[in-house]
T-cell receptor
Framework: GEDVEQSLFLSVREGDSSVINCTYTDSSSTYLYWYKQEPGAGLQLLTYIFSNMDMKQDQRLTVLLNKKDKHLSLRIADTQTGDSAIYFCAEKYSSASKIIFGSGTRLSIRP | NAGVMQNPRHLVRRRGQEARLRCSPMKGHSHVYWYRQLPEEGLKFMVYLQKENIIDESGMPKERFSAEFPKEGPSILRIQQVVRGDSAAYFC??????????????FGPGTRLTVT
């Protein structure tokens, strides 16, 4: 089946690391994505990882993939106020055209 | 290089009217996808089109909704006889041909439809 689950809210202090978690059910997923959505805006692709990778790092972002547990995480180092947004985890398998999205994690930053 | 463009950004329709949402893909992209985002939810796939072809419409409601991507011009998502439950943000995405490089779908800013 197709299902992507995320916790709905995360609150972190400015300067700390944020870790957003996601679980997915389709073991044939080939691509796993993290998108960012700011209020009233569209989706911005932050990063993606192929299913044959364990980790991907891009500046302040680190993606970890545990295929055995079907668990994906996004770590944002040194979280800033501009990181406040909704973060969507998503999956896609190569034979399909559609991306399956989670319901999003709302990240709020406290001073 | 302009990104994916959608218009209008906001659309208000009364129940029973028709809504037409337009999407122009990124330059060089020939594949278009439509997604719907209900309030406080994630995006749900609706339809995938290439020029003059509907490839996958498994997420489209069976009635009142249609989509096209003509040889010339933008892709159109059409909703006939709108109801309050159609109120949502509708996002368009585009990509290069799958299998010829990146599988990334680039999203437009969305059209927020409000049915009164």
């Amino acid at each position: 089946g197709e299902d992507v689950e995320q916790s709905l809210f995360l609150s972190v202090r400015e300067g700390d690391s944020s870790v957003i978690n996601c679980t997915y059910t389709d073991s044939s997923s080939t691509y796993l994505y993290w998108y960012k959505q700011e209020p009233g805006a569209g989706l911005q692709l932050l990063t993606y990882i192929f299913s044959n990778m364990d980790m991907k790092q891009d500046q302040r972002l680190t993606v970890l993939l545990n295929k055995k547990d079907k668990h994906l995480s996004l770590r944002i180092a040194d979280t800033q106020t501009g990181d406040s947004a909704i973060y969507f985890c998503a999956e896609k398998y190569s034979s399909a055209s559609k991306i399956i999205f989670g319901s999003g994690t709302r990240l709020s930053i406290r001073p | 290089n302009a990104g994916v463009m959608q218009n209008p950004r906001h659309l208000v329709r009364r129940r029973g009217q028709e809504a037409r949402l337009r999407c122009s893909p990124m330059k060089g992209h020939s594949h278009v996808y439509w997604y719907r985002q209900l309030p406080e939810e994630g995006l749900k796939f609706m339809v995938y089109l290439q020029k003059e072809n509907i490839i996958d419409e498994s997420g489209m409601p069976k009635e009142r909704f249609s989509a096209e991507f003509p040889k010339e011009g933008p892709s159109i998502l059409r909703i006939q006889q709108v109801v309050r439950g159609d109120s949502a943000a509708y996002f368009c995405a585009s990509s290069l041909t799958p299998g010829q490089g990146t599988y990334e779908q680039y999203f437009g800013p969305g059209t927020r439809l409000t049915v009164t």
